[in-house]
């Protein structure tokens, strides 16, 4: 997916500096990736295809979180309580009202988001030392591919691909603008 911006590079000497409240909130952003692919199952149960696939993308996800609590535990850290992140709230506020406008733009959200993540887990591992948790974070970016492309395949299972391709020109210009906006801080988003 074509991001409009970068990510920072102060970003990742944000992340380095505390990578304890990133590890928890890596952790917090992999249970809301499970759930969001739960909720569009809950939602559009008549919708084959995306069961099939938001059932995969749910149990790696929450294998993810698992991997990831495995790490915070390790460092003797305890997982904090539900909050609500500043970029999904600015994201999500784009949402349309009407059943299918609102279906296409929480696929193109989350495709972007997911598009997000896989640039972002790339900084982590570049910057960190060889090992295992450097080898955990490239396997994540790479799912994180694997992720944003099908929520675009699944935009373009449901709807005409001019739709899609105007539609997610808007999102990626808005999430432009959030990402130069929001705060750098040792978080995901």
């Known amino acids: 997916m074509r991001l409009r911006v970068s990510t920072p590079p102060a970003w990742i ?8 409240a990133f590890l928890l909130d890596h952790a917090a952003c992999e249970r809301k990736a ?21 059932l995969a993308v749910a149990r790696e996800e929450l294998d ?24 999904m709230a600015e994201l999500a506020r784009a949402y349309r009202k009407g059943s299918e406008e609102y279906f296409l733009d929480r696929l193109l959200v989350t ?12 900084m982590v591992a570049a910057a960190l030392p060889d090992g295992t948790l ?38 990626l210009a808005l999430e432009a603008e959030v990402v130069a906006t929001l705060p750098l801080r040792a978080a995901m988003y």
């Open 13 to 20: 000497d944000a992340v380095m500096a505390d990578f304890d």
């Open 34 to 54: 499970s759930a969001t692919a739960m909720t569009f199952i809950a939602h559009y149960p008549d919708r084959t295809e995306l069961v099939r696939e938001c």
């Open 64 to 87: 993810h979180f698992a991997r990831v609590w495995e790490r915070v535990h390790e460092r003797g850290l305890v997982l904090g309580p539900d909050t609500r992140n500043p970029y």
């Open 134 to 171: 450097k080898d955990f974070y490239r396997g994540i970016a790479r799912s994180e591919v694997r992720h944003q492309e099908l929520y675009l395949r699944l935009a373009a299972e449901y709807f005409e691909a001019t739709t899609v391709e105007a539609r997610l020109e808007e999102l």
């Open 111 to 122: 495709g972007i988001v997911e598009a997000r993540g896989c640039e972002r887990f790339g």
